[in-house]
């Protein structure tokens, strides 16, 4: 499988582990070789009490919480955050034809984020072919003492939609990109049900094992 057809797939499960019914739950995802994340849900003794483990080459995530609620929103954090190193070390292509929407919309980013630290030219800008034609995705220029960044997508939040940052300094425009991005990543994968991923994460230091 495409890099981008495994985001979809990992985006439609996490979908469904919504329900109670999904657990337990165990699955193997290959972005590229060598990049497999492996999530896995189970219950414990006591009452709605569950383990959730995220694994990719950096290591293993284990949470254990009480309430299958809470289960999404942690796994989607956990998920994101294990994409995310992915995508920022390795290659994956998006389809030049951008047909898997925000799956393409996500990797293209990165990669746009990718060329700026190989070549800091400025200003940078990075242009797409969709379906619908020739289409702006991703700018850096300058203005003034600062830096403007727009990315603009039109899946990832389900709309049209325009994000801007405004940096202070030309050396943090990698990070501060990676960071907009990871909550990118974050918001495309989350369901619509559920309401935080933030919060969630906010608790994840008293749940990890």
């Known amino acids: 499988m495409l890099s981008c057809e495994v985001l979809e797939a990992l ?7 919504i329900k109670p019914n999904s657990v337990p739950f165990e699955k193997k995802y290959r972005l590229t070789p060598g990049a497999d994340i492996e999530i896995s849900i189970s219950e414990l003794d006591g009452p709605e009490s569950y383990r959730i483990m995220v694994e990719s080459a950096s290591g293993l ?12 929103a942690l796994l989607v954090g956990l998920t994101s955050q294990k994409v ?12 030049a034809s951008m047909i898997h929407g925000g799956a393409d919309e996500i990797l293209v980013l990165y990669d746009c984020v990718k060329r ?10 990075t242009v797409i072919q ?16 600062r830096y403007r960044l727009e990315m603009i997508t039109s899946h990832i939040y389900g709309e049209s939609m325009k994000t801007i940052g405004d940096i ?10 990676y ?3 990871g909550r990118m990543l974050g918001e495309w994968l989350r369901p619509e049900s559920v309401k935080s991923v933030k919060f969630a ?5 008293g749940s990890l094992l």
Do not use: W
């Open 130 to 145: 969709t379906p619908k034609g020739e289409r702006r995705i991703f700018s850096i220029g300058k203005e003034g003492n």
């Open 61 to 72: 995530l284990e949470a254990k919480i009480v309430g299958h609620r809470r289960v999404p």
């Open 201 to 205: 994460l906010s608790d994840l230091e």
């Open 116 to 125: 700026f630290k190989l070549e800091p030219t400025l200003p940078f800008s």
């Open 179 to 181: 960071a907009l991005l």
């Open 84 to 95: 995310s190193e992915y995508v920022v070390e390795r290659e994956m292509p998006s389809c």
């Open 168 to 177: 202070g300094d030309e050396a943090l425009i990698p990070e501060q990109c």
């Open 11 to 17: 985006r439609t499960d996490l979908k469904e582990l």
